[in-house]
């Protein structure tokens, strides 16, 4: 199992890596965009937490993946607030990424619920 997610990790991480950010850039307006598309390490978490997310979005079933989503929304609203304030955006990155893989884990462990 640890093997077949680690091969959808790298699957899904050769298309994204080409777009940077999981958002267009290009696009970006809000002061959080605008900060993780001029920050590599920020854009970086910013990819691996798009395709965590994505990973743990089709694995789980149906009600855990309603509630995921539910804390995206959320997240977002969260990180929308950090503004361009690096720091805060880190953390906000760190805690999400800390929460996807632990989902990760537990899906690992359990299988999907």
């Known amino acids: 199992m640890r093997l077949l997610l680690s091969a959808l990790v790298l699957a899904l991480a050769a298309p994204m890596a080409a777009h940077a950010a999981s958002f267009d850039c290009n696009r970006a307006r809000a002061p959080d965009e605008k900060a993780i598309c001029a920050n590599l390490p920020l854009n ?56 996807l893989e632990r989902s990760m884990e537990r899906i690992y462990r359990n299988g999907p619920f």
């Open 44 to 99: 970086d978490k910013d990819v691996r937490m798009a395709l965590l997310y994505d990973i743990n979005k089709h694995t789980l079933a149906m009600g855990g993946r309603g509630a995921l989503m539910d804390d995206q929304q959320q997240w977002l609203r969260d990180r929308r607030r950090c503004g361009a304030n690096r720091a805060c955006l880190n953390r906000a990155y760190d805690r999400r990424l800390g929460e």
